[in-house]
């Protein structure tokens, strides 16, 4: 007979095999929920990774944007760190640019560290100044580690009166290839910065170089569209000044101030010396500014200026303490100078010489700027010169015109005065009845020397203006052109108008200028004034039938339509010329009566 078989037993298995297997089927089962439990593990440090790495991407995301929605550097970098705080901790930090030889500090983060716009000189901190060198980022998982990094910084935050700090990281802003500046962050805990965080901070770094070149070019066109708008903005003003010394003042001014220079000299060549012109365009502060015009180098021999004045060629001295050609001045601040000639025709006539208190204060865009400007300066210049020596002409000429009107009137009176008074007096011992006909003579040419004189007089000098009006001024003077010359003038003139003084004399004066013309040139037989009042509006019209000429070619007597021209233009009025060969000439001159 068989057994039966129990039913904790395997068919066929022996109670020790049945003991083993469920041994291993255990071990099995534990084995499955230890892998399990390190699978569950494993799933949660993965959920944590990726959400870290979710957070620290959505953080890189809303720095990127921050960047490309403000170009405000100094609350951007603020921002950044603040954002890194919440991926990377730190208990201090800063962003760093460099800056010549220095660090120079943008933002910063923690108690005790240095203000934004503090330098830390480089030479002081050689580990820093290799890992620019390299590009790559340098850690101390541990401050109070041995190695010489460690002691390094050690010594570094002591001397800045930084402690309780175990753990830092210094990060390369890099952009293009090129160290610009440092990212800087320390932490109380030792060992917290690791390759991982150093990894993540590096890529906060390179937004924020992103943010710093960013900030640069739209600083640099922003410069540029400044410069730009000085460059037009002299130019329509002093193409309008005809004064030198006012000229060089102005152009020194609008310069020092819109680009906040140090110090803004233009200076004239004068022999063999550079002579500053432009004392009054300094603030009354500065004294120093003031002291350097009694410097005056001699022309390619002395200074900066006297160099560019003898060789004719623009120089740019980025330290000026390394240059020997630099003339300091007592308390001199001056690190940076350059100098553009102030060329007419080839000819240096001038230098225009700007200062800055920075080394390497000046770039490219500064020098293309500067040479415009002294382009522009050349042209007001010769602009100044021509009208300076147009007024001596016409000063000379109107001497001449008066010294032929005098032969031609006054002093052929005074001659016929003469004869008849020594005939009247041999008349007088012959006959005294017979001394009545020259005395009578004597009296009309005194009567008629006396009103050429009051004539002459008046052209110089129309006192009349304010006691008489415009209205008797145009008359005496429609009045003597007729009597002098064999011309018909007439007047058609209203009431009085109501109109300032200045204005009655700007408009006299543009009449006689016109009328002088037209005897000088117009070979005319009529001349018509009429002054009137139409609407808003004072006019003087001018017109005569003379021979006329072209008005977009240069024709006698043009500068004296400049002349008038600026007298109206001065008080608020318009001039206007018609013109055309053998068709006579009319002038137009309105006046607001707004300028009265």
Not at 153 to 170: C, E, F, P, T
Not at 282 to 307: H, M, N, Q, Y
Not at 481 to 492: I, M, N, Q, S, Y
Request: proline residues 5%; negative net charge; aromatic residues 4%.
């Amino acid at each position: 007979m068989t057994s039966p078989i129990s039913p904790h037993e395997e068919p066929g298995l022996s109670p020790l095999e049945f003991a083993r297997l469920r041994e291993e089927l255990q071990k099995t089962n534990a084995e499955l929920a230890a892998a399990n439990a390190a699978l569950r593990k494993t799933e949660h440090e993965l959920e944590r990774r990726v959400e870290e790495r979710t957070r620290e991407l959505a953080t890189l995301l809303r720095v990127s944007y921050n960047i490309t929605t403000t170009l405000e550097l100094e609350p951007l970098l603020g921002l950044i760190l603040d954002q890194l705080k919440e991926v990377v901790e730190y208990q201090l930090a800063s962003i760093s640019i460099l800056d010549e030889n220095d660090l120079l500090i943008l933002a910063t983060r923690g108690e005790g560290m240095p203000q934004p716009g503090s330098r830390i000189p480089l030479n002081e901190h050689v580990k820093t100044r290799a890992m620019l060198s390299k590009k790559e980022p340098a850690f101390v998982p541990d401050l109070n580690a041995e190695t010489p990094l460690a002691q390094h910084m050690r010594k570094n935050l002591a001397a800045q009166n930084l402690h309780g700090l175990n753990s830092w990281m210094n990060a390369p802003l890099v952009f293009r290839s090129q160290s610009i500046g440092v990212l800087a962050l320390a932490h109380p805990e030792a060992n917290y910065y690791n390759a991982s965080r150093v990894e993540l901070a590096m890529a906060f770094a390179n937004q924020a170089a992103v943010a710093i070149e960013n900030a640069r070019l739209f600083a640099r066109e922003q410069r540029r569209a400044e410069q730009f708008r000085v460059i037009s903005e002299v130019g329509a003003r002093i193409t309008s000044i005809l004064s030198l010394d006012q000229l060089l003042v102005e152009t020194a001014r609008i310069i020092r101030e819109s680009f906040g220079y140090h110090h803004v000299h233009i200076g004239m060549v004068e022999g063999e010396r550079v002579v500053f012109k432009t004392r009054n365009a300094a603030p009354p502060e500065d004294e120093l500014f003031r002291c350097c015009e009694d410097i005056t180098p001699i022309v390619g021999k002395e200074g900066i200026s006297g160099w560019v004045a003898g060789t004719g060629e623009a120089l740019v001295v980025p330290d000026v303490m390394k240059d020997p050609r630099f003339i300091p001045s007592k308390n001199d601040q001056t690190r940076s100078e350059t100098a553009i000639p102030i060329k007419i025709k080839g000819q240096v006539i001038g230098v225009i010489d700007v200062e800055s208190d920075q080394v390497n204060g000046f770039d490219e865009s500064d020098l293309v700027v500067l040479q415009s400007l002294a382009d522009q300066v050349a042209v007001a210049l010769e602009n100044a010169r021509l009208y300076e020596q147009a007024g001596q002409l016409a000063a000379l000429e109107e001497r001449q015109k008066l010294a032929r009107e005098l032969h031609d009137s006054v002093s052929q009176a005074l001659y016929g005065i003469v004869l008849g008074a020594r005939t009247a007096r041999t008349l007088l011992d012959r006959d005294p009845t017979q001394a009545v006909q020259p005395l009578d003579y004597i009296l009309s040419l005194s009567e008629a020397g006396l009103a050429e004189m009051r004539a002459l007089i008046f052209e110089l000098r129309p006192e009349s203006l304010q006691t008489e009006g415009l209205v008797a001024a145009l008359g005496k003077l429609v009045n003597a052109l007729g009597a002098r010359h064999p011309l018909k003038v007439t007047l058609e003139a209203e009431t009085e108008p109501d109109v300032s003084l200045d204005v009655k004399e700007s408009l006299y004066r543009i009449a006689q200028e016109a009328l002088n013309n037209i005897v000088k040139h117009a070979r005319a037989q009529q001349v018509k004034v009429l002054l009137k009042v139409a609407g808003n509006e004072l006019r003087l019209e001018i017109s005569d039938d003379g021979t006329g000429f072209d008005t977009g070619a240069e024709f006698p007597g043009h500068l004296g339509m400049i002349t008038m021209r600026e007298r109206a233009e001065k008080v608020g009025g318009t001039f206007a010329i018609e013109s055309a060969l053998n068709a006579g000439t009319h002038i137009q001159v309105k006046i607001p009566l707004s300028a009265r």
